[in-house]
């Protein structure tokens, strides 16, 4: 889950290099799957199907979900509800899981300015749980 997690992370970093403006929708989701194909082919599959969408007015603008068909091109100053994961992921240990990041971005004419103020670090969001079976101690 780490492991994967962290390269989820490397995956966010790749697509805040390449929303810039003038960047084209499809454009950005296939290079990113491209990047996941390259990197770590077993979790391409498991990708989620779009990247998230362009806010505005509306929460979600239907036609600015970036996906792989979406010829529209992104400006600078737009705004991006970022949402990417990984889903039906198997440990194991641990049994099923997923993986989600999300984020509120502007896009500039370069690296695109995160809105949201959340860490996103492992050693920031991960918690882990001791399995103390001691159900008989009452």
Do not use: C, W
Not at 41 to 52: E, I, M, R, T, W
């Amino acid at each position: 889950m780490e492991k994967n997690y962290d390269f989820l992370q490397s995956v966010q970093i790749k697509i805040f290099s390449l929303l810039k403006d003038g960047a084209i929708a499809k454009d950005v989701y296939s290079k990113v799957l491209d990047f996941i194909k390259q990197q770590r082919p077993d979790l391409a599959d498991h990708f989620v199907k779009n990247l998230g969408s362009l806010i505005g007015i509306d929460f979600r603008d239907s036609t600015g979900v970036l996906n792989h068909k979406n010829e529209r091109v992104i400006k600078e100053n737009s705004v991006i509800n970022l949402v990417i994961g990984f889903s039906k992921l198997k440990d194991a240990k641990l049994g099923n899981y997923a993986l989600m990041l999300s984020d509120t971005i502007r896009v500039t004419g370069s690296e695109p300015i995160v809105i949201t103020d959340s860490p996103t670090a492992r050693s920031m969001v991960a918690f882990y749980f001791e399995d103390d079976d001691d159900s008989s101690e009452i």
